[in-house]
């Protein structure tokens, strides 16, 4: 069980730079096979086909994002900060990981029972989280919030929105700079800011 782990882990991260790479269409399961020694038969056994895989390459990926976020979390006392730290994590991510979760966006019309699920699943996790700190400013006496997940919805969306409101203009462009990610994380944090003022309690 622990080779099969490991063998399912090499896939997965090789699986993962290439698709990061080259994007869905582009990459075939020979390739990933190839990079690793390994058979396609054997990567066939771990994952009945590519869409498959790529699904379950962006959810590893995802998942530790979220395991860092959530192992930092109860070490932030403060709110705010909390909040800070978890759009500087996204930020991250999203510039890490912007040609695999750019690709995902166009995939999901193609595979949605897959695919769909994972990008579900990671919205209801980032909802969470977003809960978990305004639960925080609320038990330490700094926010007063009537509904707390309504709330991290609302707070959800904004950030979603304010990124695909700032990228739409360079859709042409193979990669954002890293001035336009700057720019994202700077009005996100001004955003995110000014929501948790209108949260302070009185």
């Known amino acids: 069980m622990i080779n099969a782990d490991k063998k399912r882990t090499q896939i997965l991260e090789a699986a993962t730079r290439r698709f990061a790479h080259f994007g869905l269409a582009k990459t075939t399961m020979a390739e990933i096979a190839q990079d690793l020694s390994f058979s396609k038969a054997l990567l066939y056994y771990y994952f009945p086909d590519k869409n498959t895989l790529y699904a379950a390459v962006l959810e590893h990926v995802i998942n530790q994002s979220f395991y860092e976020m ?6 932030i006392p403060d709110c705010q900060a909390a909040m800070m730290f978890v759009l500087d994590k996204r930020i991250e991510f999203i510039t890490k990981y912007y040609n695999l979760l750019e690709y995902s966006v166009s995939a999901v019309q193609q595979v949605p029972d897959v695919m769909a699920r994972v990008l ?26 009537e509904d707390v997940q309504e709330t991290a919805e609302i707070m959800l969306f904004a950030l979603v929105g304010m990124r695909f409101s700032i990228l739409k203009d360079i859709k042409g462009m193979l990669f954002p700079t890293k001035g336009e990610f700057d720019r994202i994380l700077s009005l996100q944090k001004k955003m995110a800011t000014v929501f948790l003022k209108g949260l302070a309690k009185p």
């Open 70 to 75: 959530e192992t930092a979390l109860p070490t």
């Open 120 to 145: 579900a699943e990671s919205k209801d996790k980032e909802q969470t989280i977003i809960t978990k700190i305004l639960q925080k400013g609320i038990d330490s006496g700094q926010l007063h919030v």
